[in-house]
T-cell receptor, first 114, second 112 residues
């Protein structure tokens, strides 16, 4: 079974631009979560989507948004990029059934904002 | 979710057991202890979880104290490939399965 895939793996943008990152979960998984990892703040939860609906949200500004498609693939968008948005963005998928549900992480997209 | 405290770094010789401690003195009765690890430049990987009984799987053992205020992750025979940052997380097992709250973790260095 293929793992979680994220595209692109690396991205360079400039301040003020917007960016869209993509995540394909493991087949059969219905939940996709996004995390941001920076040296200063560590790993922080962004949001979770389940059955095309946002089910949980972290403490990030509205510039960060996401969506999930009917095939469970997910995208996250960051508008009006700031230098501080430079980070590794990780996507994790799980069955989404609630309770204990192992999350499988993708390799991440490394975003650099210049 | 309860806060956890871990030492920032530890060293372990290859072939020896690595014992990684975690303090979670404010853990609630319905919160589980989870361990994930992140090898450099990769996404985190689930290791093990438990509520109050000791747990063992093919990767590691988890020892939780009787008062549940601390736990220890044991890698019985550490290898160089176990060099990683290890995160101890406590959370309830209800509602959404996501929103793992990662702390700063312990950077384990396995040496020859």
């Amino acid at each position: 079974k293929a793992g979680v895939t994220q595209t692109p793996r690396y991205l360079i943008k400039t301040r003020g631009q917007q960016v869209t990152l993509s995540c394909s979960p493991i087949s059969g998984h219905r939940s996709v979560s996004w995390y941001q990892q920076t040296p200063g703040q560590g790993l922080q939860f962004l949001f979770e989507y389940f059955s095309e609906t946002q089910r949980n949200k972290g403490n990030f500004p509205g510039r960060f948004s996401g969506r999930q498609f009917s095939n469970s693939r997910s995208e996250m968008n960051v508008s009006t990029l700031e230098l501080g948005d430079s980070a590794l963005y990780l996507c994790a998928s799980s069955l989404g059934a609630g309770g204990f549900d192992e999350q499988f992480f993708g390799p991440g997209t490394r975003l650099t904002v210049l | 979710d309860a806060k956890t405290t871990q030492p920032p770094s530890m060293d372990c010789a290859e072939g020896r057991a690595a014992n990684l401690p975690c303090n979670h003195s404010t853990i609630s009765g319905n919160e589980y202890v989870y361990w994930y690890r992140q090898i450099h430049s990769q996404g985190p990987q689930y290791i093990i979880h438990g509520l109050k009984n000791n747990e063992t799987n093919e990767m590691a053992s988890l020892i939780i104290t009787e008062d549940r205020k601390s736990s220890t992750l044991i890698l019985p025979h550490a290898t160089l490939r176990d060099t990683a940052v290890y995160y101890c997380i406590v959370r309830v097992n209800t509602g959404t399965a996501s929103k793992l709250t990662f702390g700063t973790g312990t950077r384990l260095q396995v040496t020859l």
